[in-house]
């Protein structure tokens, strides 16, 4: 109901960009570079499909 409420605001595509987050946090476990791990992040917005890669 809330996504009437509130002029069809969904909260769905931060939900998603959330868990590709925490999944590539899974896969990167015992990465030696962050910066590295920042980058992946911060090209996620660039992919239109779920790959971690």
Same mark, same amino acid.
């Given at each position: 109901?809330?996504?009437?409420?509130?002029?069809?605001?969904?909260?769905?595509?931060? !939900?998603?960009?959330?868990? /590709? %987050?925490?999944?590539?946090?899974? +896969?990167? &476990?015992?990465?030696?570079?962050? !910066?590295?791990?920042?980058? /992946? %992040?911060?090209?996620?917005?660039? +992919?239109? &499909?779920?790959?971690?890669?």
């Amino acid at each position: 109901m809330a996504y009437f409420d509130f002029d069809c605001l969904s909260t769905g595509p931060l !939900e998603g960009t959330n868990n /590709k %987050i925490k999944t590539m946090q899974r +896969k990167a &476990y015992g990465y030696r570079d962050m !910066e590295f791990f920042k980058l /992946k %992040i911060m090209a996620l917005h660039e +992919k239109k &499909y779920a790959f971690i890669g």
